[in-house]
């Protein structure tokens, strides 16, 4: 059976909460009546965000450490297009974590599993 994109989005985001990220659904929108553009045009389905154990403790005045993943999500017969391709590029280049599924990874969710585990991401969820 081949899932849809959606279907593997919402349990990568399921995943990636169930491991301490918080994470958010991204997409370009316009708004005709306040004239402005939310979002860039190919960035990635889903950004990712954790922030340290120790930022939790930390006082209000200390800079807090997290990380960032971005996530292309794709089904299997799913294509990225030229501005996803450049998103990603200009992203890297300035050292942010993006996942491609499809380029990075099989379009699968077990294949992103293997990708996230393989990278050392997890942290809540057994290796």
């Keep these: 059976m081949r899932l849809a994109e959606k279907h593997i989005e919402r349990t990568i985001r399921d995943f990636l909460e169930l491991?301490?990220?918080?994470?958010?659904?991204?997409?370009?929108?316009?708004s005709e009546r306040k004239r402005k553009i939310v979002g860039e045009k190919g960035m990635p389905d889903l950004q990712a965000i954790r922030y340290s154990r120790r930022s939790l403790l930390a006082p209000v005045n200390v800079r807090v450490a997290c990380e960032v993943l971005w996530v292309e999500t794709k089904a299997l017969d799913g294509e990225l297009d030229e501005d996803q391709r450049k998103w990603h590029e200009r992203e890297r280049a300035r050292g942010a974590?993006?996942?491609i599924l499809g380029v990075d990874c099989a379009a699968s969710i077990e294949s992103w599993i293997e990708w996230y585990r393989a990278g050392r991401l997890n942290r809540r969820i057994a290796a």
């Design 97 to 99: 974590q993006t996942v």
């Design 19 to 30: 491991d301490g990220w918080t994470v958010r659904k991204m997409e370009q929108n316009f």
